[in-house]
């Protein structure tokens, strides 16, 4: 719990001013930002660490194999609908000694790491071989924890037995002791391995995450890390750097969400605690036409960010007008698809946040999951069953996202990329920091 009391202590400065919970946000209390300034000092070999990203796809993942245990422990908050992550981000790590090299699906929507020993039953196979697994028979330090361990990932279930090795993160390998690894036995849907980033020890486990031995062994001072997934089809760079945030990925200044529900009201409502923000508008703006808003001047929805889904969930109704204004039809399976060619069109879809202080546009270019044989729009229906709207990666590469377990907070800025990185790392003060010194030079 000790890192629990950090968390409230790092709270503390907010909660005692007044006008602390009024919207937008917090952070407006930490005194007003003038023009952005390029002078802020940022350190080349500072504390942080940065991982490239790589795109996954994967077009044809299958049931795989069936469960013979039911006592799923949720490690994800997404509901049944699509494989995890069919396009998104991998990350790779070393597994091990010596290391075996995994690369997993960068998950901000769960918290743990999840591998598989050799894919013999994994959803697919062929692509989970592709990925690398990892044989804890090969590693010298894994250390069997004698727990079995299930998880429930909206589609996709994985459950096997816990490990704990020795893990290589990032450019630099920095070796990381005793890290929790989920070994998956059987898996439906999940066709490698998965790298949760999300909240860890503070609410949702009791073990050290990756997130926080990073901390714990002093290579980054804060649980924070930025994520710029780029745009499709690559052409930018695509990253995610633990306890630093690139200053050429985004112009201007970072907004701050304010993770909603907080954390404590969270873990009452869902069992646990994700990276769950207001959304406050949506719009379209076709080809050469003007934004048409799709929701009112006082519209407020909770969503959660989530690199682990492919799609962005909304309300049908919101989706079907989305649809209309792309030209998309319905598939028989009921998901929207849309020609490719639109991709080549210079229309966008809007998110805003903190009531127009920031919108997110994303252009048809990104907004369009490309999945070679077909396009499907980016947006698809929630389930009735469970409405919790997701903001997955066909929102995610149009943004660049801090995301701060310090503060409770998504910062949040258009990605724009323009050049060689510059790092700024985070220190204690990273509230302060993010509100006014690490701007975006681009
Ligand atoms: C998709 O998977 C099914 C079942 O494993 C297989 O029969 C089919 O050939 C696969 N299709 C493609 C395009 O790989
Ligand atoms: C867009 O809005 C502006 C200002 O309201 C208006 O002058 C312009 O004609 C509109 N353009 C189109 C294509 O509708
Ligand atoms: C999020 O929206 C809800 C519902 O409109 C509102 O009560 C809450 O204050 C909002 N939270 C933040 C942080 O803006």
Wanted: charged share 20%; net charge neutral.
């Amino acid at each position: 719990m000790a890192l629990l009391k950090l968390l409230l202590l790092g709270l503390l400065p907010f909660l005692c001013l007044p006008a602390a919970l009024s919207r937008p946000s917090r952070f407006d209390n930490l005194g007003s930002r003038g023009k952005p300034t390029s002078a802020h000092r940022t350190s080349a070999s500072g504390r942080h660490i940065r991982a490239t990203l790589q795109s996954r796809k994967v077009n044809n993942v299958t049931g795989g194999a069936v469960s013979m245990y039911d006592k799923a422990l949720k490690v994800s908050d997404r509901s049944p609908r699509e494989p995890l992550a069919r396009y998104g981000a991998g990350i790779v790590v070393a597994l091990g000694t010596p290391g075996q090299i995994v690369s997993a699906i960068l998950d901000t929507g769960s918290y743990t790491l999840l591998v598989d020993p050799d894919c013999n039953q994994a959803a697919d196979p062929k692509a989970c071989r592709t990925y690398g697994y990892y044989d804890t028979k090969q590693s010298s330090t894994a250390r069997n924890l004698n727990g079995w361990f299930s998880g429930q990932f909206g589609t996709g279930y994985m459950e096997g037995v816990w490990f704990s090795d020795t893990a290589y993160v990032g450019l630099d390998n920095l070796p990381l002791p005793n890290l929790r690894v989920g070994v998956s036995k059987w898996s439906q849907y999940i066709w490698a391995g998965v790298l949760g980033v999300s909240y860890g020890k503070a609410w949702n486990t009791g073990y050290q995450t990756l997130l926080d031995l990073l901390v714990t062994q002093r290579y980054i001072e804060v649980p924070i890390f930025s994520l710029g997934v780029g745009y499709q089809g690559g052409g930018s760079p695509s990253d995610i750097i633990f306890g630093g945030v690139d200053r050429k990925k985004f112009r201007g200044y970072l907004e701050p969400l304010e993770i909603y529900p907080y954390p404590d009201q969270q873990l009452k409502l869902f069992g646990q605690v994700g990276y769950r923000v207001n959304l406050t508008s949506l719009g379209v703006t076709p080809p050469g036409r003007n934004e048409t808003m799709l929701t009112d001047t006082d519209f407020e929805h909770n969503v959660l960010i989530d690199s682990g889904s492919t799609y962005t969930y909304l309300d049908a109704d919101l989706v079907a007008t989305i649809a209309r204004a792309l030209n998309a039809y319905k598939d028989e399976n009921g998901v929207y698809r849309v020609s490719c060619d639109t991709r080549n069109l210079d229309g966008s879809v809007n998110f805003g946040f903190n009531f127009y202080n920031i919108i997110v546009r994303v252009n048809y270019a990104d907004f369009i999951v490309d999945f070679e044989n077909y396009c499907a729009l980016g947006v698809q229906p929630t389930d009735s069953k469970n409405p919790t709207w997701v903001l997955g990666t066909s929102f995610i590469r149009a943004a660049y996202l801090i995301f701060d377990q310090l503060n409770d907070a998504v910062w949040i800025a258009q990605y724009f990329p323009c050049g060689e990185n510059e790092i700024a790392d985070l220190t204690k003060d990273a509230g302060r920091q993010l509100w006014l010194e690490v701007t975006g030079l681009c």
